[in-house]
T-cell receptor, first 112, second 118 residues
Framework: TQLLEQSPQFLSIQEGENLTVYCNSS?????LQWYRQEPGEGPVLLVT?????EVKKLKRLTFQFGDARKDSSLHITAAQPGDTGLYLC????????????FGKGTRLSVIA | NAGVMQNPRHLVRRRGQEARLRCSPM?????VYWYRQLPEEGLKFMVY????????ESGMPKERFSAEFPKEGPSILRIQQVVRGDSAAYFC????????????????FGEGSRLTVL
């Protein structure tokens, strides 16, 4: 069974601070996806990383896929209250034959 | 375009009753996934369906749970004889299948159905 461990589980920071959250596994994935989920809503896809070592930027969010395609990180610069939410990573296995496996998420709270 | 539509958004059932959750995928999507989310937990895969076919049900409990995606109409997740442990948010997602090599696996989620069993 493939497992994705996300850390930290909870994070509370002040507006304007930077932060990094992590998604780690002992398994290799063909791709990793990051989703954000707000209370009472479904997850919304932020980005997909496919190539080992890949870095993708989405405004103040920077996503990195590890060289070995086992881990990923999300860095947020100058966090804003609107960034508050549950950040989930999800991995697609090499064979592509099993559904996405989700981590438990990092719950981020940005205080104004 | 309408997104993934789930209903009801909230459902309250007493132990032993049946719960039916419905999901209409995004227009043009032929693949539907059901996930369950407990408080402070991630999403746990339950079942993956195409029209009239169950592709993968490895995450479905062996008893009381069933799912279908008929040729016409929404996908339905059915839970018979509900117990308190079934209380959770149930999310449906859809994707547009392409050849394996071109499928990014992006899932579009509905807003979820929150089941409370009293």
């Amino acid at each position: 069974t493939q497992l994705l461990e996300q850390s930290p589980q909870f994070l509370s920071i002040q507006e304007g601070e930077n932060l990094t959250v992590y998604c780690n596994s002992s398994s290799v994935f063909s791709s990793l996806q990051w989703y954000r989920q707000e209370p009472g809503e479904g997850p919304v896809l932020l980005v997909t990383v496919v190539t080992g070592g890949e870095v993708k930027k989405l405004k103040r969010l920077t996503f990195q896929f590890g060289d070995a395609r086992k881990d990923s990180s999300l860095h947020i610069t100058a966090a804003q209250p609107g960034d508050t939410g549950l950040y989930l990573c999800a991995g697609e296995d090499l064979g592509g034959n099993t559904p996405l496996v989700f981590g438990k998420g990092t719950r981020l709270s940005v205080i104004a | 375009n309408a997104g993934v539509m789930q209903n009801p958004r909230h459902l309250v059932r007493r132990r032993g009753q049946e719960a039916r959750l419905r999901c209409s995928p995004m227009k043009g999507h032929s693949h539907v996934y059901w996930y369950r989310q407990l408080p402070e937990e991630g999403l746990k895969f339950m079942v993956y369906l195409q029209k009239e076919n169950i592709i993968d049900e490895s995450g479905m409990p062996k008893e009381r749970f069933s799912a279908e995606f008929p040729k016409e109409g929404p996908s339905i997740l059915r839970i018979q004889q509900v117990v308190r442990g079934d209380s959770a948010a149930y999310f449906c997602a859809s994707s547009q299948y392409t050849d394996r090599g071109a499928n990014t696996g992006e899932l579009f989620f509905g807003e979820g159905s929150r089941l409370t069993v009293l």
